[in-house]
Nanobody
Framework: QVQLVESGGGLVQAGGSLRLSCAAS????????MGWFRQAPGKEREFVAA?????FYTDSVKGRFTISRDNAKSTIYLQMDSLKPEDTAVYFC???????????????????WGQGTQVTVSS
């Protein structure tokens, strides 16, 4: 049974930082592209970042967010710096099995999802 469990969300002031974690179990972690998505109230779920052998970011977080993975711990991280109120959303971890270097940035491509963690940035 595949499980993705996010943690690290919370309330932070604009300009602050948070570090999200996603622990995976039940899958061969190093064969998967891992991604972060977010969904704000009334909006569609949007891609934030992904990591396999390389990293990829949506334009709005480039230079502020850093995605990383620790294959030994089957965990990915999202370091979020210089947070803005528009970053407020529920953040989801997702996984898709991959054997190539394509960028997986569509939610429909991902097979497994976590339950989400709330990030709130106050102005």
């Amino acid at each position: 049974q595949v499980q993705l469990v996010e943690s690290g969300g919370g309330l932070v002031q604009a300009g602050g930082s948070l570090r999200l974690s996603c622990a995976a179990s039940g899958l061969p972690f190093n064969r998967y592209t891992m991604g972060w998505f977010r969904q704000a109230p009334g909006k569609e779920r949007e891609f934030v970042a992904a990591v396999r052998w390389s990293t990829f970011y949506t334009d709005s977080v480039k230079g502020r967010f850093t995605i990383s993975r620790d294959n030994a711990k089957s965990t990915i991280y999202l370091q979020m710096d210089s947070l803005k109120p528009e970053d407020t959303a529920v953040y989801f971890c997702a996984a898709v099995q991959s054997s190539d270097s394509r960028t997986y940035s569509s939610a429909r491509q991902y097979m497994y999802w976590g339950q989400g963690t709330q990030v709130t940035v106050s102005s």
